[in-house]
């Protein structure tokens, strides 16, 4: 697809089927708006590096390619996170609730594809960027993993030990408001997911968390 480099105006492209492996030929189509790419040999999905440049594209066919691995969601939400202008993905209109569930479950790519080992259509960089995400900065880890826990012991209706109260506590006051607002807009989107079984068993968790916080307030009073 190199004639590409050549056709900086080019408005729609269709190579489905075509053995491509390569997108770094369609940086330059800045007013590319529709790419039909099905049934290629795109083997990682660190080639959408060379589509985060093009400022018009609305729709993207990326579908049964190696890149899209064995985790659909996983990869939808790592194309939408990266390309969030586009209107329809694989014959799929995107969703604003999609859009914001991305900036949580998706992968950012930041660099072009390294030629490195590729497993399950995710590639060496993508992996190590997923890892990279999720080690900084530490201390905001470190509050997240402790309100994990916590959670999950509440869920299993265990008794939360006071240290943990203590160490999370501590943690907590370092996060950012925004960082809380994050986190919130996250928990809404991910209860749409859940049964009526689901909600219920959150709904007792929210009663047993604010009993406690009354209680410490009582306590303090």
């Known amino acids: 697809i190199s004639i590409c480099r050549d056709l900086p105006n080019i408005e729609v492209i269709t190579f489905s089927v ?25 083997t990682s999905l660190d080639e959408l590096f060379y589509l985060k440049a093009l400022p018009r594209l609305r729709v993207l066919w990326l579908a049964e390619n190696p890149c899209c691995g064995p985790d659909p969601h996983r990869y939808r939400m790592t194309v939408l ?24 479950d998706g992968v950012e790519i930041k660099a072009p594809p390294a030629h490195g080992s590729v497993e399950n259509g995710w590639s060496e960089s993508t992996a190590s960027s997923a890892a990279g995400s999720a080690t900084e900065p530490d201390s ?5 993993s ?33 960082k809380r607002n994050n ?37 303090e009073e």
Do not use: W
Request: charged residues 25%.
């Open 18 to 42: 075509n053995g491509i492996s390569d997108l770094e030929p369609l940086h330059q189509c800045q007013n590319l708006s529709e790419l039909y790419l099905r049934k290629n040999n795109i």
């Open 81 to 104: 996170r990266n390309l969030p202008s586009l209107q329809k993905l694989d014959n799929q209109a995107v969703t604003e609730e999609e859009l914001s569930q991305a900036l949580v």
């Open 140 to 144: 905001e880890l470190l509050s997240c």
């Open 146 to 178: 402790l309100e994990t826990n916590k959670t999950q012991e509440e869920l299993d209706m265990k008794p939360v030990p006071r240290d943990k109260y203590s160490s999370f506590c501590l943690q907590e006051t370092d996060c950012s408001y925004k």
């Open 183 to 219: 986190v919130l807009g996250a928990i809404l989107l991910l209860m749409k997911e859940l049964d009526a079984e689901g909600l219920e068993i959150i709904q007792q968790t929210v009663a047993r968390r604010l009993q406690a916080f009354q209680k410490k307030e009582l306590q």
